[in-house]
């Protein structure tokens, strides 16, 4: 596949949402009875342009991208802590700061890196399953079917691994952050529609996963 502006500005839009959510995910937010991380504003969208990428080009690009953004998030983890343990200036007052922020601890990252991979895979082979099964028709029914798939697995595999064990674990938190990122994925539909439409139409493309290796690792494909 040529690779076009279109492309590289919805990959580059995919990785930002990405890395973003999991800075701002260390802010807690209440809307009464929720209880939700400040990602949950930046998160769904990367499942929307996940749906996206998958919906226009195929599972086999949108492979290529879930590992292209688990390993961006990986370089900004590893930066992160570098400058972390980097020595302070003398008159610099924000280390502690700086740590409550950006200090990931093993198991959040291990929660996070393992929700990720397993909910965008997920979410990339329901929705081409159901491209097949649609004969591409009913857009909607499968980015919101796929997405109630991803962020269900997402969701369970983050909140159980970072939190099970722990005071701060509580089972219902698992139906808030799943229902919330559904909640968003319904919204943002006319957004995707938009989005896939002009894709379609722009780069000539509408793929479908016939005859695809829907094995997470086969990058090379």
């Known amino acids: 596949m040529n690779v076009s502006n279109r492309f590289v500005i ?3 839009i995919f990785v930002t949402c990405l890395i973003t959510a999991n800075i701002i995910a260390v802010k807690v937010i209440s809307f009464g009875q929720f209880i939700l991380p ?7 969208l990367s499942y929307i342009f996940g749906d996206v990428l998958t919906e226009v080009y195929g599972f086999r690009t949108a492979r290529k ?3 292209l953004g688990f390993f961006c998030n990986l370089i900004f983890v590893v930066f992160a802590w570098v400058g972390q343990i ?3 200036a003398p008159f610099w007052q924000g280390q502690a700061a700086y740590e409550s922020i950006l200090g990931y601890t093993p198991r959040l990252l291990m929660a996070s890196f393992l929700g990720y991979l397993v909910g965008e895979f997920a979410n990339s082979f329901v929705l081409s399953k159901m491209k097949i099964l649609t004969r591409g028709r009913w857009l909607w029914s499968r980015t919101i079917g796929s997405t109630i798939v991803g962020q269900a697995l997402d969701t369970l595999i983050f909140i159980t691994v970072a939190f099970i064990g722990t005071p701060a674990f509580l089972p ?13 994925e319904v919204l943002a539909t006319p957004f995707t529609y938009g989005v896939v ?8 493309i509408d793929a479908y ?6 094995n997470p690792f086969a990058v090379t494909e």
């Open 10 to 12: 919805v990959v580059a």
């Open 38 to 44: 400040a990602a949950i504003v930046v998160f769904p």
């Open 65 to 67: 991208v879930i590992w």
């Open 86 to 88: 980097l020595p302070p």
């Open 172 to 184: 219902v938190m698992v139906l808030y952050h799943w229902v919330a990122k559904v909640g968003i």
């Open 197 to 204: 439409g002009y894709l379609k139409k722009k780069e000539s």
């Open 209 to 214: 996963d016939y005859q695809t290796d829907f």
